[in-house]
């Protein structure tokens, strides 16, 4: 292992070496020169407008710089080789930077794939920790010499797999194939979902749904290469997707009649992001759509987590499918002697002074019934934007209907109610005829009569 490493330095002359030095330290400073004038040339203006190509250069910028650095040495490398000057150096700065840049490149895969949930934030730079640890000493290993003595020792270690055995190295290859085709399918994904976001004149449901596909088209074909890279028959799989049917059809029910109804409602377009909805007792406005469920953010600021299957099985009042316009409506009851087209007008003028009313259709006032203890009148009107909610501007209606009756003097009706005390000796007189058959009443009795509602 020192041989290998002192024989780096100790057949070129000491001159030569510095020289080596010179040139990587100037390509290093190239690359890191090189990486910010790219970054100028391509920098943002601004506008809302952007290319792919500027979006591309600021999402690979921290690869970059070591990518050209890497560039530049290898142009060097040709050109000392050219003149026959010694490039020993240059087997230590070759692992080094494509190990820099296989680690930056990694990391902006997986921070373009798990940057958008902040849950997995800690154990995303944990990942980047072990991974960085994982290169440094593959690296460490190549430079000293030792790599293909610890590659014989991975070889010849074998590890029991059932009635079969393989070794260490066939296993670690299997699992970095499988985890590296499954990264890159998941960033293809997010790639290619954050292009079709940006896609104004495609559907926002059109664009979630196509997203949502390609990556799980993309998870699939990455699932299976990596099988076929392991060297696993994929005829086996038959089997497999047999037992998986039969799991769905018996157990799985539920969640697959979620994911089913969540295609479908996502190619409909019945229900969008943004809209007011209700379903069953829930009530409010859509914030996700998922594959498999539906989240709600309720007026009252309470997200309610609902499946798919739901909003299919049971009916959906949506507020806004064709149009924001709701209508509500406030009931109450005045006396017999007060004008009824007098107060209808008043309560039609006392709701258009309420902000949230819509001006385009006029609040109407209705008398619904000549009720017993009055005459039952009605107020309608409407509302452009449901998701601020109905109890808050109902209220802002009664409150202003109350101030106009004040002003106008117009009273409210209310139940009327008899009441008659009656002594012992009124009281057998007029239950006279039922004396025989009921025993007589004790003490002072109180009949109430009121009338029918």
Same mark, same amino acid.
């Given at each position: 292992?020192?041989?290998?490493?002192?024989?780096?330095?100790?057949?070129?002359?000491?001159?030569?070496?510095?020289?080596?030095?010179?040139?990587?330290?100037?390509?290093?400073?190239?690359?890191?020169?090189?990486?910010?004038?790219?970054?100028?040339?391509?920098?943002?203006?601004?506008?809302?407008?952007?290319?792919?190509?500027?979006?591309?250069?600021?999402?690979?910028?921290?690869?970059?710089?070591?990518?050209?650095?890497?560039?530049?040495?290898?142009?060097?490398?040709?050109?000392?080789?050219?003149?026959?000057?010694?490039?020993?150096?240059?087997?230590?700065?070759?692992?080094?930077?494509?190990?820099?840049?296989?680690?930056?490149?990694?990391?902006?895969?997986?921070?373009?794939?798990?940057?958008?949930?902040?849950?997995?934030?800690?154990?995303?730079?944990?990942?980047?920790?072990?991974?960085?640890?994982?290169?440094?000493?593959?690296?460490?290993?190549?430079?000293?010499?030792?790599?293909?003595?610890?590659?014989?020792?991975?070889?010849?270690?074998?590890?029991?797999?059932?009635?079969?055995?393989?070794?260490?190295?066939?296993?670690?290859?299997?699992?970095?194939?499988?985890?590296?085709?499954?990264?890159?399918?998941?960033?293809?994904?997010?790639?290619?979902?954050?292009?079709?976001?940006?896609?104004?004149?495609?559907?926002?449901?059109?664009?979630?749904?196509?997203?949502?596909?390609?990556?799980?088209?993309?998870?699939?074909?990455?699932?299976?290469?990596?099988?076929?890279?392991?060297?696993?028959?994929?005829?086996?799989?038959?089997?497999?997707? /047999? @037992?998986? !049917?039969?799991?769905?059809? #018996? *157990?799985?029910?539920?969640?697959?009649?979620?994911?089913?109804?969540?295609? $479908? +409602?996502?190619?409909?377009?019945?229900?969008?992001?943004?809209?007011?909805?209700?379903?069953?007792?829930?009530?409010?406005?859509?914030?996700?759509?998922?594959?498999?469920?539906?989240?709600?953010?309720?007026?009252?600021?309470?997200?309610?987590?609902?499946?798919?299957?739901?909003?299919?099985?049971?009916?959906?009042?949506?507020?806004?499918?064709?149009?924001?316009?709701?209508?509500?409506?406030?009931?109450?009851?005045?006396?017999?002697?007060?004008?009824?087209?007098?107060?209808?007008?008043?309560?039609?003028?006392?709701?258009?002074?309420?902000?949230?009313?819509?001006?385009?259709?006029?609040?109407?006032?209705?008398?619904?019934?000549? /009720? @017993?203890? !009055?005459?039952?009148?009605? #107020? *309608?009107?409407?509302?452009?934007?449901?998701?601020?909610?109905?109890?808050? $501007? +109902?209220?802002?209606?009664?409150?202003?209907?109350?101030?106009?009756?004040?002003?106008?003097?117009?009273?409210?009706?209310?139940?009327?109610?008899?009441?008659?005390?009656?002594?012992?000796?009124?009281?057998?007189?007029?239950?006279?005829?039922?004396?025989?058959?009921?025993?007589?009443?004790?003490?002072?009795?109180?009949?109430?009569?009121?009338?029918?509602?």
């Amino acid at each position: 292992m020192t041989e290998h490493f002192l024989s780096l330095f100790t057949y070129p002359p000491l001159v030569d070496v510095l020289r080596q030095f010179v040139v990587i330290a100037l390509c290093i400073l190239g690359g890191i020169g090189l990486s910010r004038w790219v970054r100028t040339l391509f920098r943002l203006n601004g506008d809302d407008q952007q290319s792919l190509v500027q979006i591309g250069v600021k999402s690979f910028v921290r690869v970059l710089s070591p990518l050209l650095t890497l560039g530049l040495l290898a142009a060097c490398y040709f050109g000392l080789k050219q003149i026959a000057h010694p490039v020993g150096l240059w087997q230590i700065m070759f692992p080094l930077a494509i190990a820099q840049v296989a680690m930056r490149f990694v990391f902006y895969v997986l921070r373009g794939i798990f940057v958008k949930d902040a849950t997995v934030g800690a154990l995303l730079h944990l990942s980047e920790k072990v991974i960085a640890i994982i290169v440094w000493l593959c690296v460490l290993l190549y430079i000293t010499g030792l790599w293909p003595e610890f590659v014989d020792y991975l070889d010849t270690t074998e590890l029991p797999l059932g009635r079969h055995k393989a070794s260490l190295l066939t296993s670690l290859q299997a699992v970095a194939s499988v985890l590296v085709t499954l990264i890159i399918a998941l960033w293809i994904g997010a790639v290619l979902e954050n292009r079709l976001m940006k896609f104004s004149n495609m559907h926002s449901s059109l664009r979630t749904v196509v997203a949502r596909m390609a990556r799980a088209v993309l998870i699939l074909v990455a699932f299976l290469v990596s099988l076929s890279l392991v060297g696993i028959d994929l005829t086996v799989l038959s089997v497999f997707g /047999g @037992a998986l !049917g039969v799991g769905i059809g #018996l *157990g799985l029910q539920k969640i697959a009649s979620s994911y089913v109804s969540g295609f $479908v +409602i996502l190619f409909e377009r019945s229900m969008i992001i943004g809209d007011m909805v209700a379903v069953d007792k829930y009530f409010g406005r859509v914030t996700q759509i998922n594959t498999r469920y539906t989240i709600l953010e309720g007026l009252d600021g309470i997200e309610s987590v609902l499946p798919n299957e739901m909003f299919m099985a049971n009916p959906v009042q949506n507020y806004s499918l064709t149009h924001r316009i709701v209508r509500l409506s406030t009931q109450l009851t005045i006396l017999y002697q007060d004008d009824v087209e007098t107060v209808l007008s008043i309560m039609e003028q006392a709701a258009l002074g309420v902000k949230r009313i819509s001006q385009q259709t006029a609040p109407q006032g209705l008398l619904t019934k000549i /009720g @017993a203890d !009055g005459l039952e009148l009605e #107020l *309608g009107f409407w509302i452009t934007d449901p998701e601020n909610g109905r109890l808050n $501007v +109902i209220s802002d209606v009664n409150r202003a209907i109350w101030q106009a009756f004040k002003r106008e003097g117009i009273q409210l009706a209310h139940a009327k109610r008899d009441i008659r005390i009656m002594d012992e000796r009124s009281f057998r007189q007029s239950t006279a005829p039922a004396a025989q058959e009921k025993p007589e009443p004790q003490g002072e009795q109180i009949s109430r009569t009121m009338p029918e509602n």
